[in-house]
Protein backbone atom coordinates (compact mmCIF):
# COMPACT_ATOMS: atom_id res chain seq x y z
CA UNK A 1 0.00 0.00 0.00
CA UNK A 2 1.42 3.15 -1.05
CA UNK A 3 0.96 6.47 1.07
CA UNK A 4 -1.09 8.57 -1.86
CA UNK A 5 -3.29 5.79 -2.77
CA UNK A 6 -3.86 4.96 1.27
CA UNK A 7 -4.74 8.83 1.34
CA UNK A 8 -6.12 9.45 -2.24
CA UNK A 9 -9.25 7.75 -1.54
CA UNK A 10 -10.26 9.85 1.83
CA UNK A 11 -9.48 13.09 -0.63
CA UNK A 12 -11.52 12.12 -3.60
CA UNK A 13 -14.17 11.43 -1.07
CA UNK A 14 -13.46 14.95 0.77
CA UNK A 15 -16.28 16.34 -1.92
CA UNK A 16 -18.85 13.72 -1.21
CA UNK A 17 -19.14 14.13 2.74
CA UNK A 18 -19.59 17.36 4.21
CA UNK A 19 -19.49 17.70 8.13
CA UNK A 20 -21.75 18.29 10.81
CA UNK A 21 -20.79 20.65 13.71
CA UNK A 22 -18.41 18.59 16.02
CA UNK A 23 -19.02 20.66 18.72
CA UNK A 24 -18.04 19.58 21.85
CA UNK A 25 -18.98 15.47 22.50
CA UNK A 26 -18.63 12.90 24.94
CA UNK A 27 -15.64 10.54 23.71
CA UNK A 28 -15.78 6.79 23.90
CA UNK A 29 -13.12 4.23 23.95
CA UNK A 30 -12.81 1.70 20.79
CA UNK A 31 -10.10 -0.99 20.75
CA UNK A 32 -9.62 -3.54 18.69
CA UNK A 33 -7.10 -6.69 18.59
CA UNK A 34 -6.79 -5.98 15.11
CA UNK A 35 -5.67 -2.35 15.92
CA UNK A 36 -2.02 -1.40 17.16
CA UNK A 37 -3.55 1.60 18.87
CA UNK A 38 -7.21 2.29 20.51
CA UNK A 39 -8.65 5.49 20.72
CA UNK A 40 -11.53 7.79 21.87
CA UNK A 41 -14.26 9.32 19.68
CA UNK A 42 -17.43 10.82 19.27
CA UNK A 43 -20.42 8.72 20.96
CA UNK A 44 -23.02 8.49 18.34
CA UNK A 45 -20.39 7.80 15.00
CA UNK A 46 -20.65 5.39 12.44
CA UNK A 47 -17.52 3.48 10.97
CA UNK A 48 -17.73 3.42 7.47
CA UNK A 49 -16.13 1.53 4.59
CA UNK A 50 -14.44 3.20 1.78
CA UNK A 51 -13.94 0.30 -0.23
CA UNK A 52 -9.94 1.32 -0.48
CA UNK A 53 -8.49 -1.88 1.36
CA UNK A 54 -6.10 0.45 4.04
CA UNK A 55 -5.76 -1.22 7.53
CA UNK A 56 -7.46 1.45 10.80
CA UNK A 57 -10.54 3.07 11.21
CA UNK A 58 -12.80 5.59 9.04
CA UNK A 59 -15.62 7.13 11.00
CA UNK A 60 -18.16 9.73 10.23
CA UNK A 61 -20.64 11.84 12.77
CA UNK A 62 -23.67 10.73 10.44
CA UNK A 63 -25.13 8.20 8.34
CA UNK A 64 -25.70 10.97 5.33
CA UNK A 65 -23.65 13.80 4.35
CA UNK A 66 -23.00 16.41 5.63
CA UNK A 67 -20.83 14.70 7.84
CA UNK A 68 -17.55 15.26 9.60
CA UNK A 69 -14.78 11.99 8.88
CA UNK A 70 -12.10 10.78 10.76
CA UNK A 71 -9.15 7.81 9.81
CA UNK A 72 -7.16 6.49 12.00
CA UNK A 73 -4.66 4.26 9.10
CA UNK A 74 -1.79 2.43 9.80
CA UNK A 75 0.96 -0.17 7.31
CA UNK A 76 3.25 -1.98 8.01
CA UNK A 77 6.99 -0.24 7.15
CA UNK A 78 8.80 -3.29 7.04
CA UNK A 79 11.16 -1.88 9.89
CA UNK A 80 12.34 0.77 7.61
CA UNK A 81 12.59 4.27 8.58
CA UNK A 82 10.71 6.66 6.37
CA UNK A 83 10.53 10.26 5.34
CA UNK A 84 7.53 12.02 6.62
CA UNK A 85 8.34 14.80 4.34
CA UNK A 86 8.39 12.50 1.40
CA UNK A 87 5.12 10.72 2.80
CA UNK A 88 3.17 14.09 2.63
CA UNK A 89 5.06 14.93 -0.59
CA UNK A 90 3.24 11.43 -1.84
CA UNK A 91 0.07 12.05 -0.87
CA UNK A 92 0.19 15.89 -1.99
CA UNK A 93 1.67 14.40 -5.80
CA UNK A 94 -1.23 11.41 -5.63
CA UNK A 95 -3.82 13.95 -4.90
CA UNK A 96 -3.11 16.08 -7.56
CA UNK A 97 -2.85 13.93 -10.25
CA UNK A 98 -6.85 13.25 -9.79
CA UNK A 99 -7.63 16.53 -10.73
CA UNK A 100 -7.65 17.58 -7.03
CA UNK A 101 -5.88 20.85 -5.90
CA UNK A 102 -4.15 20.89 -2.99
CA UNK A 103 -2.84 24.11 -0.76
CA UNK A 104 -0.69 23.10 2.43
CA UNK A 105 -1.92 25.47 5.20
CA UNK A 106 0.39 24.50 7.61
CA UNK A 107 3.38 22.29 8.57
CA UNK A 108 4.16 21.35 12.20
CA UNK A 109 5.66 18.47 14.26
CA UNK A 110 3.64 17.12 16.62
CA UNK A 111 3.41 14.07 19.05
CA UNK A 112 0.56 11.78 20.08
CA UNK A 113 0.33 9.01 22.07
CA UNK A 114 4.11 9.22 23.18
CA UNK A 115 4.72 8.93 19.12
CA UNK A 116 6.59 11.91 17.71
CA UNK A 117 5.49 12.53 13.82
CA UNK A 118 4.49 15.57 11.68
CA UNK A 119 1.15 17.31 11.01
CA UNK A 120 0.09 19.00 7.60
CA UNK A 121 -2.92 21.47 7.38
CA UNK A 122 -4.50 21.71 3.67
CA UNK A 123 -7.28 22.97 2.01
CA UNK A 124 -8.25 21.31 -1.09
CA UNK A 125 -10.60 21.84 -4.17
CA UNK A 126 -12.42 20.24 -6.21
CA UNK A 127 -15.07 21.06 -8.41
CA UNK A 128 -15.39 24.65 -6.77
CA UNK A 129 -15.90 23.14 -3.46
CA UNK A 130 -13.33 23.25 -0.49
CA UNK A 131 -12.94 20.94 2.13
CA UNK A 132 -10.02 21.47 4.95
CA UNK A 133 -7.96 18.35 6.19
CA UNK A 134 -5.59 17.64 8.56
CA UNK A 135 -3.45 14.84 8.23
CA UNK A 136 -0.50 13.11 10.80
CA UNK A 137 1.98 11.18 9.82
CA UNK A 138 4.39 9.34 12.75
CA UNK A 139 5.92 5.96 12.44
CA UNK A 140 7.31 3.08 14.84
CA UNK A 141 9.43 0.58 14.62
CA UNK A 142 6.34 -1.64 12.84
CA UNK A 143 3.90 0.34 11.41
CA UNK A 144 3.54 4.19 9.62
CA UNK A 145 0.54 5.64 10.39
CA UNK A 146 -2.27 8.44 8.55
CA UNK A 147 -4.60 9.88 10.87
CA UNK A 148 -6.49 12.54 9.17
CA UNK A 149 -9.86 14.70 9.48
CA UNK A 150 -11.47 16.37 6.64
CA UNK A 151 -14.44 19.34 6.96
CA UNK A 152 -15.72 22.19 5.49
CA UNK A 153 -14.08 25.68 5.84
CA UNK A 154 -17.04 27.07 7.78
CA UNK A 155 -16.98 24.02 10.70
CA UNK A 156 -13.41 23.36 10.30
CA UNK A 157 -11.65 24.79 13.20
CA UNK A 158 -14.82 22.78 15.76
CA UNK A 159 -13.85 19.56 13.85
CA UNK A 160 -9.81 20.27 14.71
CA UNK A 161 -10.67 20.96 18.45
CA UNK A 162 -12.34 17.76 18.34
CA UNK A 163 -9.82 16.03 16.43
CA UNK A 164 -7.28 17.22 18.50
CA UNK A 165 -9.08 15.78 21.77
CA UNK A 166 -9.71 12.44 19.88
CA UNK A 167 -5.68 12.68 19.16
CA UNK A 168 -5.15 13.27 23.20
CA UNK A 169 -6.32 9.93 23.81
CA UNK A 170 -4.72 7.60 21.33
CA UNK A 171 -2.55 5.08 23.18
CA UNK A 172 0.07 2.82 20.58
CA UNK A 173 0.13 -0.89 21.73
Request: glycine share 10%; net charge positive.
Amino acid sequence: MTTPRLLMASALTLCALSTSTAGAQTLVTFTSPQLPFSFSHPKGWFGINLGDRTSGVSMVSGKTPPATMVRLLFAPNGGKTMDLAQQFKGFETGVKSTGVQVRQQSSYNARYGGLNGMEREYTVTKGGKNVKMRIWFAQDHKNIYSFQLTDTPERYASASDLFTRMMGTVKFK
